[in-house]
């Protein structure tokens, strides 16, 4: 590239062409959002550059992952988990998942209503709308979230497919963690997956490294 990031690729002839950019110290993602087109015939010139979006990074901190396989109950009653292990607790969770289905009993094929609602105790979550979800919010968060899907909806689906930034223990830790719900299981109850990550040191950093992982029994 030039001085200013640009490149430029002249005298081709084809239907298609793929670009994956790297340079070191930064991250390029595969999502839809990476590439900016420069209108919206898609066609570059120039003077009309496409873009691409990369993640400067920072530096990977130690980090802890979890992950989550559950059932939960379809009629609201509480499940509790251990964000810091993944595990189902009786009491004193971090997160408490709440599913209420309608009808409880469905029949599998047949649209039905469902509302789930995740609660982090001394904390808070926040969908992740960001390309890089390397860092987390300072501030924005909501003590519960609630995803409605009633019967009729635009989309409607079973399932739960969503990534929320969180933070837990007052501050003290700071994580993302990925939402799978398979709500139409019968009978009940339903699944519940979720892969954790997160940063106990107070950091908002979430850049994660395999080999810098913290194990946690």
């Not at 010139?45 to 939960?72: D, Q």
């Not at 979800?133 to 079973?158: C, D, F, H, L, R």
Request: one cysteine or more; aromatic letters at 10%; hydrophobic letters at 35%.
């Amino acid at each position: 590239t030039d001085q200013n990031g640009e490149f430029q690729f002249t005298g081709f002839h084809a239907s298609r062409l793929a670009v994956a950019v790297t340079k070191e110290g930064y991250e390029m993602g595969r999502a839809a959002g990476v590439y900016t087109a420069p209108n919206e015939q898609d066609k570059t010139s120039a003077t009309e550059r496409a873009i691409f979006h990369m993640w400067k990074l920072k530096g990977a901190e130690p980090m802890i992952k979890a992950r989550i396989h559950a059932y939960v109950p379809c009629d609201g009653r509480p499940t509790m988990f251990d964000l810091l292990t993944g595990k189902k607790v009786a009491s004193g969770g971090d997160l408490t998942v709440r599913l209420i289905r309608d009808p409880v009993q469905i029949v599998r094929g047949k649209p039905f209503g469902w509302q789930l609602n995740l609660e982090v105790s001394g904390g808070g979550l926040q969908e992740i709308t960001d390309l890089y979800p390397n860092e987390a919010p300072a501030s924005g968060y909501q003590p519960a979230i609630t995803v409605n899907m009633p019967v009729g909806a635009k989309n409607w689906s079973p399932d739960c497919h969503n990534t929320y930034y969180f933070t837990a223990e007052n501050g003290r830790d700071y994580g993302r963690i990925i939402v799978d719900l398979t709500g139409d299981f019968q009978p009940p109850p339903t699944s519940f997956d979720a892969d954790i990550y997160v940063n106990p040191s107070g950091s908002r950093n979430l850049e994660f490294d395999p080999f810098k992982e913290i194990k946690v029994k």
